[in-house]
């Protein structure tokens, strides 16, 4: 079992950064990918960007060029750096990590873009 928390989030204004973070704890030796989703309202959650423990990434294609998902080589931290935010990628964003023990989820963290 794999215990996520994610911090990072905030109110930012159109162009500019963000940087959300997420630590694992538990069984991280179990963990095969790690990555973040996004949920806005009336929508359903969606892949924002995964890094398996081979370091391969993939992301939405919303948000390629724009946003870069990385993992520190312990492989219990992953990062979202988040540039040239737009206000339709307002949401809630949630850890993910896929493993052994199946999927485990973060609590989220509130992402807004507005003037």
């Known amino acids: 079992q794999v215990q996520l928390v994610e911090s990072g989030g905030g109110l930012v204004q159109p162009g500019g950064s963000l940087r959300l973070s997420c630590v694992a704890s538990?069984?991280?030796?179990?963990?095969?990918?790690m990555g973040w989703y996004r949920q806005a309202p009336g929508k359903q959650r969606e892949l924002v960007a995964r890094?398996?423990?081979?370091?391969?990434?993939t992301y939405l294609d919303s948000v390629k060029g724009r946003f870069t998902i990385s993992r520190d080589n312990a492989g219990n931290w992953v990062y979202l750096q988040m540039n040239s935010l737009k206000p339709e990628d307002t949401a809630v964003y949630y850890c993910?990590?896929?493993?052994?023990?199946?999927?485990?989820w973060g609590q989220g963290t509130q992402v807004t873009v507005s003037s």
């Open positions: 993910n990590t896929e493993g052994y023990y199946g999927r485990s």
């Open positions: 538990g069984s991280i030796f179990s963990i095969n990918a």
């Open positions: 890094i398996t423990i081979g370091g391969t990434t």
